[in-house]
């Protein structure tokens, strides 16, 4: 996580927002609005997003972020 180190101190908070976001809306099984996000990444990343993998994006991304201030 040294790259966030580098980051102003907003960019840090802002990506803990948006954690939390993606956390509630796992976890009130939002699936549509999980699709929209899922092809949002899919579609600046080429990467697949699923709700079955929510659960432990959200996990890790909020355990590596606990501790950048």
Known sequence: MQFLADEPKWVVRALKLE?????????????????????????????YFSFEDGK?????????LKDVE
Do not use: G, P, Y
């Open 19 to 47: 954690v939390e976001k993606l956390e509630r809306i796992h976890h009130r099984s939002d699936t549509e609005t999980w699709a929209k996000i899922e092809e949002l990444v899919h579609e600046n990343s080429m990467r």
């Open 56 to 64: 432990m994006f959200i996990e890790v991304a909020s355990r590596l």
